[in-house]
C-alpha cells in the first residue's frame, strides 16, 4: 500500500527557515513525480511546488519562487520541501503528494500524506 | 496563472444528484482531477482525466468537461458525501497545477 509521510513541522518565528520531509512507501519511488500543497487555516488547497521522478525537473508556484526549494533522495525514498524567510502567511499545513502516473508529471495526486503543521508567530 | 471558479456551496437532498461546477477559460482543451476533503483528513482523488474513477470510489461518482465548464456529478447524494470538493488541472503554459477554490456540498 502507497504511503507518504511528512515530517519537519512546527513553530517557526517569521524571517526563519524550515526544511520539510516526505518519506515514502509502497511503490517505485523514483518513477513517480511529487508535489506539495499547503492549505492555511480554513481556506482552500493550493499547489506550491512539484518535482519529477529524476529529480532533474522542478516546478514552483509563482507566489513562492524564490523562497521555496524543493528536491527528492530516490535513494531514501524521500522528497524535501526548504522554506527561507518564513512568513505569517505561509502558515499551513503542508501535505506531501504522489502523482498517479509513472513518468509523468501532470497528473492526478492519487496518494497524500496527513501532512504536517507549520505556524510562523513571533 | 490558470484561474478555476467553483461555486463555495451546493446543498442537495439525500438521494439526489449533485452537480459541482469547476470554470476556466477553454478547460475542456485541460484534463481535470477532482478531490474530496472531509474536515481534519487529507484529500481524496475522486475523479482524475475529467472522468476516470480510481478504485475503490463508488459509481456515483463522474465527471464531464465541456467548453468552459467541468461538472463533478455525484449521484443518490448520501450524507457520507458532506466534503469540500476540488478541482485542480495542469497548465502546460506555466508548468503548473492549480486547485479552485473549492466547494462545500451540504446533504440536508
Known amino acids: 500500500e502507497a504511503q507518504l509521510l511528512e515530517s519537519g513541522g512546527g513553530l517557526i518565528q517569521p524571517g526563519g527557515s524550515l526544511r520539510l520531509s516526505c518519506a515514502a512507501s509502497g511503490f517505485v519511488f523514483s518513477s513517480r513525480a511529487m508535489a506539495w500543497v499547503r492549505q492555511a487555516p480554513g481556506k482552500g488547497l493550493k499547489w506550491i511546488a512539484g518535482i519529477n521522478g529524476s529529480g532533474h525537473s522542478t516546478y514552483y508556484a509563482e507566489s513562492v519562487k524564490g523562497r521555496f526549494s524543493i528536491s527528492r533522495d530516490n535513494s531514501k525514498n524521500t522528497v524535501s520541501l526548504e522554506i527561507n524567510n518564513l512568513r505569517a502567511e505561509d502558515t499551513a499545513l503542508y501535505y506531501c503528494a504522489k502523482v498517479a502516473l509513472a513518468g509523468v508529471t501532470d497528473g492526478a495526486f492519487d496518494i497524500w500524506g496527513q501532512g504536517t503543521k507549520v505556524v510562523v508567530s513571533s | 496563472s490558470y484561474v478555476l471558479t467553483q461555486t463555495p456551496s451546493v446543498s442537495v437532498a439525500p438521494e439526489e444528484t449533485a452537480r459541482i461546477t469547476c470554470e476556466g477559460n477553454?478547460?475542456?482543451?485541460?484534463?481535470i482531477h477532482w478531490y474530496q476533503q472531509k474536515p481534519g483528513q487529507a484529500p481524496v482523488l475522486v475523479v482524475h482525466?475529467?472522468?476516470v474513477r480510481p478504485s475503490g470510489i463508488p459509481e456515483r461518482f463522474s465527471g464531464v468537461n465541456s467548453g468552459n465548464t467541468a461538472t463533478l456529478i455525484i449521484k443518490k447524494v448520501e450524507a457520507g458525501d458532506e466534503a469540500d470538493y476540488y478541482c485542480?488541472?495542469?497548465?502546460?503554459?506555466?508548468?503548473?497545477?492549480?486547485f479552485g477554490e473549492g466547494t462545500t456540498l451540504t446533504v440536508l
Open positions: 482525466d475529467n472522468n
Open positions: 485542480q488541472v495542469w497548465d502546460f503554459t506555466v508548468d503548473s497545477w492549480f
Open positions: 477553454k478547460i475542456e482543451d485541460k484534463m
